[in-house]
């Protein structure tokens, strides 16, 4: 089975605060998402890779910017954490042509105080 | 208008009985289709591929109808562990452009 990791279950933050959110998948896939789930809203995506140095932007992806620096970790990174960032944060792995769908991690939720 | 859109619920039903939902998608190019589970505060999990000539897996049944851009799932025999939220979840090209709807709210009651 896939693995998807993500660094902290539950996190809390000040104001301004970088932040840096970490995944990290033990299979060969190449594509790697971020997403944010509010309720009401469903899961909007903030921004994807589909390979190493990659990056695509999503629906959403004022206020954050990511880092793959290497083929299994994928970082979601907040410059400025501010109120309207509490949420819950997704990473979500998929390989290259299939239709298997995605894997999520277990999810990150992030409150800024 | 959302490129997917689910009714939230909440379903409320027995044990036993039989549940639908309905999803429609806006985008004509879609191409993959799926089902998604997600439990109270876990992550979505995969349920189920939906394919053009409609499948079944258990109790579950899900449709296709490219048509009228919809998609549905049929539980059959709730039991008390289908309780969760659905995600209907629509792609145009392979698994790089997935957009899913808000979800939908079953609860199955004994």
């Known amino acids: 089975d896939v693995k998807v990791t993500q660094s902290s279950r539950y996190l809390v933050k000040r104001t301004g605060e970088k932040v840096f959110l970490e995944c990290v998948q033990d299979m060969d896939h190449e594509n790697m998402f971020w997403y944010r789930q509010d309720p009401g809203l469903g899961l909007r995506l903030i921004y994807f890779?589909?390979?190493?140095?990659?990056?695509e932007k999503g629906d959403i992806p004022e206020g954050y910017s990511v880092s793959r620096e290497k083929k299994e970790r994928f970082s979601l990174i907040l410059e400025s954490a501010s109120t309207n960032q509490t949420s819950m944060y997704l990473c979500a792995t998929a390989e290259t042509g299939t239709n298997y769908g995605y894997t999520f991690g277990s999810g990150t939720r992030l409150t800024v105080v | 208008r959302k490129e997917v859109e689910q009714d939230p619920g909440p379903f409320n039903v027995p044990e036993g009985a039989t549940v639908a939902f309905n999803c429609t998608y806006s985008?004509?190019?879609?191409?993959?289709f799926f089902w998604y589970r997600q439990d109270c505060r876990k992550e979505p999990k995969l349920l189920m591929s939906v394919y053009s000539s409609g499948n079944e897996d258990g109790r579950f049944t899900a449709q296709l109808n490219r048509a009228s851009q919809y998609i549905s799932l049929l539980i059959r025999d709730s039991k008390l562990s289908d309780s969760a939220t659905y995600l209907c979840?629509?792609?145009?090209?392979?698994?790089?452009?997935?957009?899913f709807g808000a979800g939908t709210r079953l609860t199955v009651k004994p």
């Open positions: 985008n004509s190019a879609s191409q993959s």
């Open positions: 979840v629509v792609s145009k090209y392979n698994n790089n452009d997935m957009r």
């Open positions: 890779s589909y390979d190493v140095k990659m990056k």
